[in-house]
T-cell receptor, first 112, second 111 residues
Framework: EPEVTQTPSHQVTQMGQEVILRCVPI?????FYWYRQILGQKVEFLVS????????KSEIFDDQFSVERPDGSNFTLKIRSTKLEDSAMYFC??????????FGPGTRLTVL | RKEVEQDPGPFNVPEGATVAFNCTYS??????FFWYRQDCRKEPKLLMS???SGNEDGRFTAQLNRASQYISLLIRDSKLSDSATYLCVVLNSNSGYALNFGKGTSLLVTP
């Protein structure tokens, strides 16, 4: 069964550093998403991406965040200058239509 | 007011029991509804979509009441492997693609 994959599984970085989280969505899917989950809290939407552009973003997704689909398979989330409060689990998801959305295993980001 | 509200639990039930979870949502324009399950430190996994007429998938039954803005999940004959957090998820028509998650209800099935 096809699945969303993410790398790395765990990323540790210093405050102020840039990080890039990578995702490979399910191959025939057209919609891509990033969500995050701070420990003990609910899953929160960050951004959706369709047809090579952002289709929607939340207030969390400020100028420090960007997304890119650099080739036909990868989908990346970049955080330009990490803050302590960016520490969270970041989930990539994809879907054929807007729903249902299927999630990758996540990248645990720890900002020190 | 939270968009999607769930009883956090935990629900501790013996194997074989029937357990029900409830969820309420605040946005009457919500158009699609789902239950996901999440194991500790893992990704949300789609359990089932929820349809207006109600739907069943094996031991799992989901119901939707649009008038009351209420969603339920019933698990029959609980298994140890059902232990997880169950997430009520709503897609609002005016938010395009963003899923709105409840905080989840924790279930522990004991031998």
């Amino acid at each position: 069964e096809p699945e969303v994959t993410q790398t790395p599984s765990h990323q540790v970085t210093q405050m102020g550093q840039e990080v890039i989280l990578r995702c490979v969505p399910i191959s025939n899917h057209l919609y891509f998403y990033w969500y995050r989950q701070i420990l003990g809290q609910k899953v929160e939407f960050l951004v959706s991406f369709y047809n090579n552009e952002i289709s929607e973003k939340s207030e969390i997704f400020d100028d420090q965040f960007s997304v890119e689909r650099p080739d036909g398979s990868n989908f990346t989330l970049k955080i330009r200058s990490t803050k302590l409060e960016d520490s969270a689990m970041y989930f990539c998801a994809s879907s054929e239509l807007s729903t249902p959305q299927y999630f990758g295993p996540g990248t645990r980001l720890t900002v020190l | 007011r939270k968009e999607v509200e769930q009883d956090p639990g935990p629900f501790n039930v013996p194997e074989g029991a029937t357990v029900a979870f409830n969820c309420t949502y605040s946005n009457s324009a919500s158009q699609s509804f789902f239950w996901y399950r999440q194991d500790c430190r893992k990704e949300p996994k789609l359990l089932m979509s929820v349809y207006s007429s109600g739907n069943e998938d094996g031991r799992f039954t989901a119901q939707l009441n649009r008038a009351s803005q209420y969603i339920s999940l019933l698990i029959r004959d609980s298994k140890l492997s059902d232990s997880a957090t169950y997430l009520c998820v709503v897609l609002n028509s005016n938010s395009g693609y963003a899923l709105n998650f409840g905080k989840g209800t924790s279930l522990l099935v004991t031998p």
